[in-house]
């Protein structure tokens, strides 16, 4: 089996770095099962330290993981195939949400495969999976004293640049029942010098440990994501110029050395055009004629997925927001004045279409 970024969850990235995750990477760290695990289990809930908490443990809202739909209704530009409908479902992307938690997972571990792979593009070399442990006592630290001695720690092993993601806890061999345990998590570049690191162990009571070499993209993404699913969050109130307060999320992925955002710059994805594939026209946010939600309603039926001559639906936006009229005109230029007022009247009132999907009444109703 062949797992993409789609199929995880999330939409693919760009065509420049399609990545495919094979699914022994994907099985192998059973993030599926920690996801669940942080939602289902009292003490993952329970658990903080240092102001840190675990993921997914948060009130999600009310569209949280509900279906929604966008789609073009201009099927009379669709050369009889009907309407155009893309269901999709909504998330929050919050670290803190029950129901999004790995949605945003999987954000900040394609964010991060775009910067691991940028790094080594310009600067070559692999990238390794290393863990950084503290002597026992430093449960009882001060989070900033234990991520100071790591910077130095890290520089004294061979480490050159790193994304680091700090977990403030291990579990038991089921992954069901964190204790404290503060760790940093790297995929990490340099060259580790073994002495260094039996130096640093007898002298400073710290751990380096490499789990193991990471030879591709997809085992990247398959790595951040296993260790974003139990990381730390840490959150807190600010105050902000306008005299508001906001409840502000510390970066759960953080960038040192030769790959931090000071000295590695990598270009912001260009957000996807979302637009129909026969008219090429934007797609629309669409609801259920009537104002009907699809808040709490089984999946879509499978002939809502592309051209369907579905009818059931309308557009959320007005019309005149969302079609540029002029395009429109050059469209049917063909038409006589009178045929084009007569699309245009249909595209609004949605009544170009004249029956239903049969699936779709168990769907609606």
Known sequence: MTLTFT?????????????????????KSSTKHIFEESIRQSSWSNFSWNGFRLPGQGEP?????????IGCLNSYLHNGKGNYFQPYKKTCSRSSCSECV?????????????????RMKVLGGKTSHVVFSPPLSAVSWDYKKMDSEFKRIAKQVGMTGASVIFHP????????????????????????????ISKVAREKGW??????????????????????????????????????????????????GDVSYRKLRVEKEEKEERVCPECQFELQRL???????????????SELLGFSHCNAFEVVDTFEKSIHYDDLWREVK????????????????????????????????
Request: charged share 25%; hydrophobic share 30%; net charge positive.
């Open 7 to 27: 199929t995880l969850g999330y939409p693919a990235l760009p065509p420049s770095i399609q990545i495919t995750l094979q699914s022994e990477h994907a099985n």
């Open 61 to 69: 809202y009310r569209t949280c993981n509900k279906w929604s739909v």
């Open 102 to 118: 790995e949605a945003w997972a999987n954000k900040q571990a394609n964010r991060a495969v775009r910067r691991h792979v940028k």
């Open 169 to 196: 806890a291990r579990f038991d061999k089921q992954k069901t029942t964190p204790y404290a345990s503060p760790h940093f998590h790297t995929v990490a570049y340099g060259w580790f010098d073994g002495e260094a």
């Open 207 to 256: 751990t380096v440990k490499k789990i193991r070499t990471i030879k591709t993209e997809g085992e990247i993404f398959a790595t951040i994501k296993y260790l974003l699913s139990h990381t730390g969050i840490k959150q807190k109130i600010i105050e902000t110029k306008k005299g508001t307060k906001q409840l502000r999320t510390s970066h759960t992925v953080r960038w040192i």
């Open 287 to 301: 609801r259920l004629k009537d104002g009907l939600s699809l808040l709490d309603r089984p999946p879509p039926p």
């Open 334 to 365: 063909d038409e006589s004045k009178m045929e084009r007022e007569a699309l245009l009247e249909s595209s609004v009132t949605g009544k170009k279409t004249s029956f239903y999907c049969q699936r779709l009444e168990e769907f609606v109703s």
